[in-house]
Nanobody, 124 residues
Framework: QLDLVESGGGLMQSGGSLSLSCAAS????????IGWFRHVPGKEREGVAC????????NYDDSVKGRFTISRDNARNTGTLQMNSLKPEDTGLYFC?????????????????WGHGTQVTVSS
């Protein structure tokens, strides 16, 4: 069946690193934009990073530029978000999404599938 599953979240001290993975099953990720989103209770979900289907376009939210790196491996049907120099404000539930297009920044159009989410908690 169609699914998108994140992994790699956890508890990390400020300044540390985590690598999140997003694995698709039942469909080919290389047909889609991959976006990573963060949700914090009481706030709207925000786009953190996104990458076009062939990787030619990459966008980051200003809050993570220079610290996070998004990538994809279409042969393995996966996407990755490498998060370095983590800060407590990076804490949240991280989702990946497969979408048809990037509208602007990490605002995506035609979301095809959302992942289930993986929790990232950064302690000070």
């Amino acid at each position: 069946q169609l699914d998108l599953v994140e992994s790699g979240g956890g508890l990390m001290q400020s300044g540390g690193s985590l690598s999140l993975s997003c694995a698709a099953s039942g469909f080919s990720l290389d047909d889609y934009v991959i976006g990573w989103f963060r949700h914090v209770p009481g706030k709207e979900r925000e786009g953190v990073a996104c990458i076009s289907s062939m990787g030619e376009t990459i966008n980051y939210d200003d809050s993570v530029k220079g610290r996070f790196t998004i990538s994809r491996d279409n042969a393995r049907n996966t996407g990755t978000l490498q998060m370095n120099s983590l800060k407590p404000e990076d804490t949240g539930l991280y989702f990946c999404a497969a979408a048809e297009t990037i509208l602007r920044g990490c605002l995506l159009g035609g979301v095809y599938r959302w992942g289930h989410g993986t929790q990232v908690t950064v302690s000070s």
